[in-house]
């Protein structure tokens, strides 16, 4: 490319780094105002976020001035602290030339105007080759084959080459944040109009005329919940019509759907045959493969998979579980149990490093076992808030069919902790087992022994029953490295309980230890239930201004007596409570 040297009417313009402007805004600021492609303007930022600074180019004055002017507009409107400075730029340094009509890098095109070689870029030159932008953006089109052609005019269309990619369906939030960097300035966008739901929208079809010809359409988007104040607007189909430097190209994304199974996010990319076209798209997709692979829009989550009654496989979205965090001081377990629990979960994953450094796993798996309601999944909460940058997969039984994608979530995502809970219901004796709970245990054993050695990914699983779990899982080393018994509470525990669950309720030691006295061998789901029917004694009484000793002999009868052994066993109480 052909360069000057920096005279005295040259500014050279500098981006500082703030630490709080967001990427995407400079990164469309780049190119909308500084006209920098795509690529560029990323490549830019991240050389911002590395030197704290950089130079988008010299400019002549005037045309500098009016950049400046343009940006330091759109960063007043967001409310940013972007800050841009401009400065001369020092004599004798060669910078490239500009074109004369928007200041970006020219191309070769030399216009004669006036009688003077004029440098104009790519970009203008289509402009005025397409009377202009106000024309080019009004220009009007019924189906899509219409806009192509108009597009892509003078290639013919056995010249154009097209390239996808697909990417999992619950990964479309991730996908569509990249698609919206990459193709943030589109000479044009549409909707596309999706005839038939099992028919891929692809170019092919796009450029189909005649009666088959697919019509544009408004774009049709779905919010999508990452567990954001905000959902990400996902875009159903489009078609992008876009253009960087000489090359024109086109953006198709659609859902690529097979009957009952998870619609997957397929993007399309079509260039003219030749080098260019194939190094650019190769690029596109790169960008696209590394946005899916951070897989910002889930990790550090609370996650599940939302499957309906007809699941065939795949599954129908990631559902974003919005749990309030636990602390230490909230799970009420004996000190020695809470030891243990830290010293194989949480700083097991903080020695992980170390670990990976001394040739030792960085996997496990960790069984929690104990009667129903002693808090299980409270601490698998507890777990889940104290493991920094760890997404957390919660698995039912009842999904456990939908294990291979929970565990390639889980690839992707990790470091990760896998929580699969009541595995007695599929990880019994194998004499009671049918062909289906076998095979899903088989999927289980696989997968925890498939792992690699560095995988960061922790399996915790619960049961109620552990005497009932089968001898492939509870027995074999590498499988379970750590058995953690949750008991039932102890006197301390239930007075901790009492207290807790009586948060808002006017409690005397007297009453605390009563209650504590009185519920010896219960789960904490039965003091929980306990302190509700005393919080509804003491409203119905005085509007839960006063707690008396009769409340709780009250709510105990309810509960062990009134109800029978049936009732006593559901909430979670003793057996000899109920027999006594």
């Known amino acids: 490319m052909d360069t000057v040297q920096a005279a005295a009417g040259h500014l050279q313009v500098t981006f500082h780094k703030d630490g709080e402007t967001p990427e995407d805004f400079v990164i469309k600021l780049l190119c909308l105002v500084f006209k920098k492609p795509m690529l560029d303007a990323i490549k830019f930022v991240a050389t911002i976020d590395k030197n704290g600074q950089a130079i988008s180019g010299a400019y002549p004055r005037d045309v500098a001035n009016k950049m400046l002017q343009a940006a330091r507009r759109r960063i007043r409107t967001s409310g940013h602290p972007l800050l841009i400075t401009s400065e001369p730029a020092a004599e004798g340094v060669e910078i490239p030339d500009r074109c004369k009509l928007c200041g970006a890098l020219s191309g070769e095109n030399r216009l004669s105007l006036r009688g003077k070689d004029t440098l104009v870029c790519n970009d203008c030159v289509h402009q005025i080759t397409n009377n202009l932008s106000e024309v080019t953006g009004r220009k009007q089109f019924e189906y899509a084959c219409e806009a192509l052609d108009w597009h892509f005019a003078g290639i013919p269309r056995d010249q154009l080459v097209a390239s996808s990619r697909q990417f999992p369906g619950h990964m479309r939030a991730d996908v569509q944040v990249a698609i919206d960097r990459l193709f943030a300035s589109p ?343 306990l302190m509700r029917r005393i919080a509804q004694a003491s409203i119905t009484r005085d509007g839960g201004t006063t707690v008396e000793p009769g409340d709780i002999g009250e709510a105990l009868d309810d509960m062990l007596f009134a109800g029978g052994k049936l009732n006593v066993k559901l909430l979670g109480g003793a057996r000899e409570m109920a027999d006594g």
């Open 187 to 529: 000479i044009r966008f549409f909707g596309i109009h999706e005839q038939y739901r099992y028919e891929t929208v692809n170019i092919a079809a796009l450029t189909r005329d005649g009666r088959n010809a697919i019509a544009l359409a408004p774009a049709q988007y779905q919010d999508v919940d990452v567990g954001e104040s905000d959902p990400v607007k996902c875009l159903v189909n489009g078609l992008w019509l876009c253009r960087t430097g000489g090359l024109r190209y086109a953006v198709v994304l659609s859902s690529h759907r097979e009957y009952r199974n998870e619609p997957g996010t397929r993007i399309e990319i079509a260039v003219p045959a030749g080098a260019d076209g194939a190094e650019f798209v190769q690029r596109c997709f790169s960008e696209l493969e590394g946005a899916v692979n951070a897989a910002r829009s889930y990790r550090g989550k609370i996650l599940s998979l939302d499957g309906d009654d007809d699941y065939r496989g795949r599954s129908k979205g990631v559902m974003v579980h919005k749990l309030p965090p636990v602390q230490r001081e909230d799970v009420i377990l004996p000190e020695a149990t809470l030891k243990l629990l830290d010293r194989n979960v949480v700083s097991f994953v903080g020695s992980r490093p170390q670990l990976r450094r001394l040739g030792q796993s960085t996997r496990k798996g960790i069984l929690l076992y104990g009667p129903p309601g002693t808090g299980k999944t409270h601490t698998i909460r507890y777990l889940a808030s104290n493991l920094p940058g760890h997404t957390t997969l919660i698995i039912t039984a009842a999904q456990v069919a939908l294990l291979a994608q929970y565990m390639s979530l889980a690839r992707l995502l990790q470091p990760a902790m896998v929580v699969i809970e009541d595995v007695d219901l599929i990880a019994r004796d194998r004499d009671e087992m049918g062909a289906c709970e076998e095979s899903l245990l088989n999927a289980l054993l696989n997968e925890m022994d498939g792992l690699k050695q560095d995988a960061d990914i922790l399996f915790i699983l619960t049961t109620n029953r552990p005497e009932q779990l089968e001898g492939a899982l509870a027995g074999r080393p590498g499988r379970i490295d750590q058995a953690i018994e949750v008991p039932l509470p102890d006197d301390i525990g239930r007075r901790k309980l009492v207290q807790l669950y009586g948060t808002g309720l006017p409690l005397g030691d007297a009453v605390v230890e009563e209650a504590a006295q009185r519920t010896k061998g219960v789960s904490a789901a039965f003091i929980k239930e």
